[in-house]
């Protein structure tokens, strides 16, 4: 088992808990709904058809993972990246150890994913990690892998923290995708480093129009001989602060890309969940649960997801309770139409909506593989 089980438990308690028993102040909505008779569409496009039925977690909002940039300035400029871009203006700030913490307490959500911009690049990153895992939250911090054999030394393992490295390919393509040569190598050299000194790493990959998803089979098989304890994949979506709208995924391109992930799933641990890979390979429809996953960094509480930027709030709440929900989703806002990012979707797969009878053994097979 390379997951603890406490960490699985405890993030099934606390869904069940805040499903039964929603924080009152985060289902306030104070913001304007377009259509008062059903103001929180979502549309299945199921192979039966089309249906409308609002959201059904509308009224039980809460969080589960938070991702956190306490910076955005990187070593390297991605061709995919929103952020160095989006954020130009502040790059150089950052939030404080202090503020880091105090958004993981007032947000609350079990998971939080520190990332950037360059998380390793970030002065107090021991302490902000220590300060995480002592609120006991599981961690993952998403790194390019350039800076950990340099800054392991200031971080300790811990069963609930995880190094999170971004691999798009083999060394060749990656670089590519990364826009330099050498990086691969300098990552492969950190999750080594890393997994010596009994930290665990997981990886994390973008699926791009150009992904060819075979290599992506070869990355994980070169991966098996370190040990890594885990894979995610997701699909490349479009930020607006970036220009080439050619690298990214439609959702017919997306069915394409991941048909063949369950075959995957049995020769990895990939951590995708069955449900959300059903919603990969377009075999099932899900709403966009973006508040499950909510953004914060250094202009504020990011609405209304980490792909979109339409506000920055100063509270979770005002997040919470002010972003315009019923505008955003496929079918709602022509920005989201070919969205199937994880930071959408994936909160709905784990809060159980369009489940079926079949989910739970499903997943618990998922979860002792
Ligand atoms: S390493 Fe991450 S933050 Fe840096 S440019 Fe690439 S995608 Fe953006
Ligand atoms: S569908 Fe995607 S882009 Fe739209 S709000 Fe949800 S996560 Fe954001």
Same mark, same amino acid.
């Given at each position: 088992m390379k997951f603890p089980l406490s960490m699985t438990a405890g993030m099934a308690g606390y869904i069940v808990k805040n499903k039964l028993r929603?924080?009152?102040?985060?289902?306030?909505?104070?913001a304007v709904q377009n259509d008062s008779s059903n103001p929180f569409k979502i549309i299945y496009t199921a192979q039966t058809g089309v249906k409308r039925e609002p959201h059904p977690m509308i009224n039980r909002r809460f969080p589960l993972v938070l991702m956190l940039e !306490? +910076?955005?300035?990187?070593?390297l400029t991605c061709t995919g990246c929103g952020r160095i871009r989006e954020y130009e203006s502040t790059i150089t700030q950052k939030l404080s150890v202090e503020q880091c913490l105090a958004a993981v307490d007032e947000c609350g959500a079990p998971m939080v994913t520190i990332c950037g911009g360059? !998380? +390793?690049?970030?002065?107090?990153i021991g302490p902000l990690v220590t300060g995480i895992m002592q609120r006991g939250h599981s961690c993952y911090l998403c790194t390019n892998g350039m800076f950990m054999v340099k800054r392991l030394k200031e971080l300790k393992p811990h069963e609930l923290f995880f190094f999170n490295v971004h691999l798009d390919g083999m060394e060749k393509n990656h670089d590519l995708a990364v826009e330099r040569e050498g990086v691969f190598k300098e990552a492969i050299k950190g999750i080594q480093a890393a997994k010596a000194a009994g930290f665990k790493v997981v990886t994390n990959t973008t699926v791009y129009v150009e992904t060819d998803m075979n290599e992506i089979e070869e990355l994980f098989g070169y991966l098996k001989q370190f040990d890594v304890d885990g894979h995610t994949i997701s699909p490349a979506y479009g930020y607006s602060a970036v220009n080439d709208r050619e690298i990214f995924l439609t959702r017919d391109r997306v069915y394409e890309k991941f048909v063949n992930i369950d075959k995957l799933a049995k020769k990895y641990p990939l951590q995708t969940t069955p449900v959300y890979m059903d919603f990969l390979q377009g075999k099932r429809e899900l709403p966009c649960t973006a508040w499950g996953n909510p953004t914060y960094n250094v202009k504020g509480w990011k609405g209304p997801c980490y792909l979109i930027t339409d506000a920055h709030y100063k509270t979770f709440e005002e997040f919470m309770t002010q972003?315009?929900?019923?505008?955003?989703?496929p079918g709602q806002d022509p920005r989201c139409e070919h969205c199937m990012m994880h930071c959408g979707f994936e909160p709905s797969a784990a809060f159980g909506i369009?489940?079926?009878?079949s989910d739970s053994i499903r997943m618990l097979s998922w979860l002792v593989r």
């Open positions: 929603p924080r009152p102040e985060w289902q306030v909505n104070k !306490p +910076l955005h300035t990187c070593n360059e !998380p +390793l690049l970030y002065p107090e972003t315009a929900w019923e505008q955003y989703g369009n489940s079926k009878a």
